[in-house]
């Protein structure tokens, strides 16, 4: 209860900012259209050749399909940390006085395009060395890779606020975002921060909205039930994508100075990420 209690505080902190400067939202619906599209793109082009029916029929990926996996990884990494980094970009402008417009987040983005592929192109390494041991082995495979995905997580929280706002590239960003964490939360993390719990809950309707759809049997009124469950899913999403990329902006710069921005409790920041303890 006392995690939900900060988180709810938090996101609330967070919607302040986004509040004041809601183009931001802008960035995640772009987001989600250009994988929709990138998606797609990679999808159509492997049904129509038969080349995914084969790869699942054979029970394993060669060499070019493996080729085509990665390329799909980097593209979907790229889209994803190229519009947070314009959503940090904006959260950084606003929380040190300025009033950030959408072209302010991308020129941010575009400044640093290089710096975004390769964090990308490490993103989507790891991601696919991640899937490959999760695929390949046993339970216990399963879970160490899960162990190392959460590890990765953790670690790796910064840096798109790092290649925003420091000259660095994607290994220094990593290395600082890594240094960063343990100064101001100290070596042992239970885990990063997410706005996952409370978004579940606000979620709930949703999913009594497909109820009502399932009961309510075939129609028009089944069908707009599934359209009200799905444009407030998207609409949460859209959102929690803004809120995420704020409170990361806001993260970062506590633990760089060791002062809150502007609507935020030092307090809060201090214990969004949990140390963990021994003995």
Do not use: H
């Not at 999808?43 to 084969?54: E, K, N, V």
């Not at 009200?228 to 859209?238: E, G």
């Amino acid at each position: 209860m006392e995690k939900f209690a900060r988180s709810w505080e938090l996101m609330r902190a967070s919607w302040e900012v986004l509040k004041v400067d809601r183009e931001i939202l802008l960035f995640p619906v772009i987001s989600g259209i250009a994988l929709i599209i990138v998606t797609a793109s990679f999808a159509a082009p492997l049904f129509a050749s038969g080349i995914l029916d084969r790869s699942v029929s054979s029970g394993g990926w060669d060499a070019v399909n493996m080729a085509i996996a990665f390329l799909f990884y980097f593209s979907t990494y790229f889209i994803i940390i190229f519009f947070n980094s314009a959503i940090v970009a904006c959260a950084f402008i606003r929380m040190n006085g300025g009033d950030p417009t959408v072209s302010d987040g991308l020129n941010a983005a575009f400044s640093r395009i290089a710096q975004i592929a390769g964090w990308a192109l490490v993103s989507a390494t790891v991601g696919m060395i991640l899937r490959t041991i999760a695929e390949r082995s046993n339970l216990l495979g399963r879970i160490i890779a899960s162990m190392l995905g959460m590890a990765w997580s953790v670690t790796s929280f910064l840096v798109i606020p790092i290649l925003v706002n420091e000259e660095k590239g994607p290994v220094e960003a990593f290395s600082r975002s890594v240094r960063l964490l343990k100064k101001t939360w100290g070596e042992e993390l239970i885990g990063t921060f997410s706005f996952g719990l409370v978004f579940f809950v606000l979620g709930l309707p949703a999913f009594m909205l497909v109820a009502l759809a399932i009961f309510s049997g075939k129609g028009m009124l089944a069908l707009g039930f599934a359209v009200l469950s799905a444009l407030y899913l998207i609409t949460l999403s859209v959102v929690q994508s803004a809120l995420q990329g704020v409170f990361q902006a806001a993260l970062y710069q506590y633990a760089r100075s060791g002062e809150a921005p502007t609507g935020f409790e030092k307090d809060l920041l201090r214990d969004a990420i949990q140390p963990k303890y021994f003995g």
